[in-house]
Nanobody, 124 residues
Framework: QVQLVESGGGLVEAGGSLRLSCAVS????????MGWFRQAPGKEREFVAH????????YYTDSMKGRLTVSRDNAKNTVYLQMNSLKAEDTAIYYC?????????????????WGQGTQVTVSS
């Protein structure tokens, strides 16, 4: 089992920044990749960013590319999502997720474990 706990969400003005954290515990050796997703009210959960646990390869959603940086600290078993130039439409609950195998990291079904989510609210 892998446990995930997000933190770092909050209320920020448009144009501001937030850094989300995801603490990973349990069978971390089984983790292949970590993803960030978000879900706004009345909308489907959507992919935001991904990083491989070992090699640190990253990819991002086109809608936020250039405003995001995903990183990981293997010593601390923590993954980060730095978000800059935030917009009101970025308001959502942000989730981190872990997967134990390769495949399509953009789809939620590829992930085995999920955190409880952290609320990000951007005021315009």
């Amino acid at each position: 089992q892998v446990q995930l706990v997000e933190s770092g969400g909050g209320l920020v003005e448009a144009g501001g920044s937030l850094r989300l954290s995801c603490a990973v515990s349990g069978r971390t050796f089984s983790v292949y990749g970590m993803g960030w997703f978000r879900q706004a009210p009345g909308k489907e959960r959507e992919f935001v960013a991904h990083i491989t646990w070992g090699g640190g390869r990253t990819y991002y959603t086109d809608s936020m590319k250039g405003r995001l940086t995903v990183s990981r600290d293997n010593a601390k078993n923590t993954v980060y999502l730095q978000m800059n130039s935030l917009k009101a439409e970025d308001t959502a609950i942000y989730y981190c997720a872990a997967r134990s195998r390769g495949g399509n990291g953009i789809i939620a079904a590829s992930y085995d474990y999920w955190g409880q989510g952290t609320q990000v609210t951007v005021s315009s």
